[in-house]
């Protein structure tokens, strides 16, 4: 039972996921931390913050996660192919049904509608991931850095994940206690 429960929780996650990533936040949210209480929120950050330095998306790497840690290897498989499903599905009857309704005019108002949504959606995930991961002033000064490096600089994401590492283990390590309370 917990197999189908680990798929199905993650197909409706695939399912109504329009938009990509961090447009889907809400929606793991709500299953897995507040109906599930399969992952806290720190767990989700960690999984979003993980997720941007390996390869897959979001969605794939939070169900292969939490699958694993529910149910091991086949659990991780179950939740991967839940999530994975709707969208094959869903391509595949696009494309043999409504090969040119793209090109519709309403079809193409309806798009730019839904798409004002997902940055509503991905706005709302970013306020709640700088609210869980910016907790003091060291952190909102990395997050300043890193906003001059990316927007002025357009330095690549990568290397800002590394320098904010760097930044990171500077500040919270590295820095002698002394120079910490100069800065308090």
């Not at 329009?18 to 950050?45: C, H, Q, R, S």
């Not at 941007?52 to 169900?63: E, L, R, S, V, W």
């Not at 309806?110 to 002033?137: E, N, P, Q, Y």
């Amino acid at each position: 039972m917990i197999y189908f429960q680990l798929f199905y929780s993650f197909f409706k996650i695939g399912l109504f996921t329009f938009g990509g990533g961090y447009a889907m936040v809400p929606l793991l949210e709500k299953e897995l931390i507040d109906n599930k209480k399969w992952l806290t929120n720190e767990e989700l950050l960690e999984i979003m913050s993980i997720a941007q330095m390996t390869p897959g998306t979001i969605a794939i790497n939070a169900a292969t996660f939490v699958g694993y840690r529910e149910k091991g290897f086949l659990g991780g498989i179950m939740t991967t192919a839940g999530v994975i499903a709707p969208s094959y599905l869903v391509i595949t009857i696009i494309y043999h049904l409504f090969d040119e309704t793209f090109e519709h005019p309403i079809a193409q108002k309806a798009f730019m509608g839904a798409r004002a949504c997902i940055v509503a959606l991905i706005g709302h995930s970013v306020w709640k991931m700088f609210k869980g991961s910016v907790t003091d002033k060291y952190g909102l000064g990395i997050f300043l850095i890193a906003c001059l490096l990316l927007f002025v600089f357009h330095i690549h994401p990568i290397l800002l994940i590394i320098v904010g590492a760097m930044l990171g283990v500077g500040l919270y390590v590295a820095l002698p206690k002394e120079m910490k309370n100069l800065l308090k």
